[in-house]
């Protein structure tokens, strides 16, 4: 794909991808007696459509094919309008005018069938004004000839466009998605920065491809210029993905919903001030950041990440309650859904509070967004072993971590034999092309591992006691415990870190026990004695302690007895900070109730001291109303709250000069519309006022 560039200096070249696109274009533009076809193209903003569009129509332009440029936001409006900007471009690019006593529709066919044509039609958002005609009435006419048309929008064609008898098998579709880390390194290579700059980039950009044009250009600025940029970067980007959600309370609702890995009307509601009719939930979904799942509705992931980074960096406060609230409903739909969506909802709970897990460890960084290389987590295969053994290798020369119990020398042999007879023990990670980047093995504890590991590692036979009990006489289908004992990445390849890879193989343990496994580690490694615990594992009591390792350590994450709940509770007790880990307690929010009986008591410091909500938080009543004062009375007032609910509560509770009833008549509002106004309000105060307080302390 093509990152989009307004800098003009921007080395050449910089076009990466659309391999498969553009070869179809050639194979089309190439063949003799084609049929006429529909390319369509899709994606969110700023993946790269335009380019796209502009490559193919460069690409036809060469190939001598006569080729049209028009753009849909004004073209698609009317049939009429459609017809008269195809033939001012047939007039302006190709001198072809219309004779004055031929039609205008008879033109344009007589043209566009001529000879072969391309005709290209970006921002089509709206052909669904005239696809009616299009379909019954010009493309029929234009189906016997050489006739390619090119379109791109969001969201794609609409639905009657692949159901039409005559179009269906003519429509070939494209939904862009986001660069792969190759491809990163692809076009950072073209950009004259510093190769350290270079490789900076292709670790922490998620493969959006105007996000990766912008941040190149940004870059390349030097002084104020560049600071002020950086500044303007997130929005520049926000405003292009989020065009289409025009409503602030579609914003809303696309905000909650990244918080979750999928979620119905009846979930998003939930959480939402304004909950969203069936109608709203409709049009939410015809977004093209919006997915149709078996779980409801979801984000594109780097829609999902950009707007829960942007709500956490506008409202924390907030941020956290909803966080907070997504995953207590996650948890409650967990036992009831299927594997997959169990999956799903953990890998999501993974990434929606990765930001509390060590973002820099030595073994593990878990910073960086899940990208579609890191999805793909598969079983191990024979051909992967070379990878795997070349790995392990460069891990053991490095001195890094695998089980010290294994006996020296014994790592490769061990791997050798898993491989043979347990491979269902290896986990891989590859990237796009399935060439292995990572791995994690070990064996699952039953009646005929028990061998290997009494071969491998006896001094862990020992520290794990009865469960090595208990396994003697396990068939193999009753496993329920797998005791991880290599790991390793490949430190050659230069899309990713070795503590990236790492933090995708600890998220591959974790999505692993979710399905009611337990995971064991046995370690000395002072590292990763300090991460484990804060994944959720918990120390197991050794049966025995070899004299060689007084810091051993035998780690488990047990999902056959705990619930998701559990561990999820224990996760979020962590909270990074640089010293380490601290427990945290999530913020919380006054509900509507307990601000209105705030408000009513306002100058009544007597009853304010009583109210159990302000001696949780520790407020005093004074201090409580000086607080609500200076809210409700300041220039501006501070966000969510919005003007309109301040002048509200600080004319029914401050000023009192109107009864409710008169206030809603000044308003020019009805009852009912004033109410919920007021009850908006309420939940809007309860935030401010949390914030500042949190400020305060």
Same mark, same amino acid.
């Given at each position: ?66 080729? #049209? ?18 033939? *001012? ?59 390619? #048309? ?62 990766? =044009?912008?941040?190149?250009? *940004? ?11 950086? !500044?303007? #970067? ?27 890995? =999928? ?130 290798? =460069? ?9 010290? #119990? ?56 020992? *520290? ?69 615990? !804060? ?16 810091? *051993? ?112 008549? =000044? ?31």
């Amino acid at each position: 794909m093509n990152p989009k560039s307004e800098n003009k200096n921007l080395p050449a070249p910089y076009i990466v991808g659309f391999a498969q696109e553009l070869q179809m274009l050639t194979n089309w533009l190439a063949s003799f007696n084609v049929e006429s076809q529909i390319f369509s193209i899709s994606g969110i903003g700023g993946i790269g459509k335009t380019t796209l569009l502009t490559e193919m129509a460069a690409e036809a332009r060469r190939c001598s094919t006569v080729t #049209l440029w028009l753009d849909g936001q004004i073209c698609l409006q009317t049939p009429g309008a459609f017809l008269s900007h195809v033939e *001012m471009s047939l007039e302006t690019e190709y001198g072809r005018t219309r004779p004055a006593d031929t039609p205008l529709l008879a033109h344009v066919v007589a043209e566009l069938t001529h000879q072969r044509t391309v005709v290209v039609i970006d921002n089509c958002e709206k052909i669904d004004r005239i696809d009616s005609w299009l379909l019954s009435r010009l493309l029929p006419l234009l189906a016997a000839s050489e006739f390619l #048309l090119i379109v791109a929008s969001r969201a794609g064609l609409p639905v009657q466009w692949n159901t039409n008898p005559l179009w269906v098998n003519r429509i070939h579709s494209f939904s862009l998605e986001l660069l792969t880390r190759q491809e990163v390194h692809e076009y950072v290579q073209s950009s004259g920065l510093p190769l350290q700059v270079q490789k900076d980039i292709v670790h922490k950009i998620d493969g959006h491809p105007l996000l990766l =044009a912008l941040t190149v250009d *940004m870059l390349r600025r030097k002084g104020r210029e560049r600071e002020e940029y950086e !500044h303007q #970067l997130p929005r520049i980007l926000s405003a292009e993905i989020l065009k289409e959600a025009t409503s602030p309370y579609m914003y809303e609702a696309l905000q909650m919903l990244s918080l979750f890995p =999928a979620a119905d009307q009846t979930m998003l509601n939930q959480l939402l001030d304004h909950p969203l009719s069936a109608v709203d939930y409709m049009a939410l979904s015809t977004l093209s950041c919006v997915r149709p799942g078996a779980g409801g509705l979801f984000l594109h992931q780097l829609v999902s990440r950009m707007l829960r980074e942007d709500y956490k960096t506008r409202d924390p406060g907030h941020y956290q309650l909803m966080r907070s609230r997504a995953l207590e409903l996650l948890a409650e739909r967990y036992p009831s859904v299927n594997k997959l969506l169990q999956m799903q909802i953990a890998a999501h709970t993974l990434e929606l509070y990765r930001e509390q897990l060590p973002t820099a460890h030595s073994y593990a960084d878990f910073s960086i967004a899940r990208q579609r290389e890191q999805e793909q987590q598969m079983v191990f295969e024979s051909d992967d072993l070379p990878y795997l053994q070349r790995f392990l290798a =460069a891990s053991l020369s490095r001195s890094d971590w695998q089980s010290e #119990l294994i006996e020296n020398g014994q790592y490769s042999s061990l791997l050798d034999d898993i491989a043979k007879h347990v491979p269902e023990g290896i986990r891989v990670i590859r990237n796009a092309d399935r060439v292995p980047l990572a791995f994690c093995a070990g064996l699952w504890l039953h009646a005929k591992t028990v061998s290997i590991l009494e071969q491998y590692a006896p001094n862990e036979m020992k *520290m794990l006691g009865e469960a090595i009990h208990l396994a003697r006489s396990l068939p193999p289908e009753a496993a329920d415990t797998i005791c991880i004992l290599l790991a390793a990445v490949d430190v050659e390849q230069a899309s990713y870190r070795p503590e990236e890879l790492g933090g995708m193989l600890f998220q591959s343990w974790l999505i692993d026990a979710m399905n009611g496994l337990r995971s064991i580690i046995p370690t000395a490694d002072r590292q990763l004695n300090t991460l484990l615990p !804060h994944l959720g594992f918990e120390e197991l009591t050794m049966t025995a302690q070899p004299n060689a390792w007084d810091d *051993m350590h035998i780690w488990e994450l047990d999902f056959r007895q705990a619930s998701f709940e559990v561990w999820v509770r224990r996760i979020l007790r962590q909270k990074v900070q640089t010293s380490g880990f601290i427990a945290q307690e999530v913020p919380r929010v006054l509900s509507w109730n307990e601000v209105r009986q705030m408000l009513q008591h306002i100058y009544d410091d007597t009853l304010l001291e009583e109210m159990a909500t302000l001696k949780a938080m520790g407020c005093g009543g004074v201090m409580v109303r000086e607080l609500v004062v200076s809210i409700l009375y300041a220039d501006q007032p501070t966000d969510p709250l919005t003007a309109l609910g301040q002048r509200i509560l600080r004319e029914s509770y401050l000023h009192n000069n109107y009864r409710k009833t008169e206030l809603a008549e =000044a308003l020019h509002m009805s009852r009912a519309t004033f109410y919920r106004h007021l009850r908006q309000a309420y939940k809007q105060l309860g935030h401010v006022i949390m914030q500042r307080w949190m400020e305060l302390k």
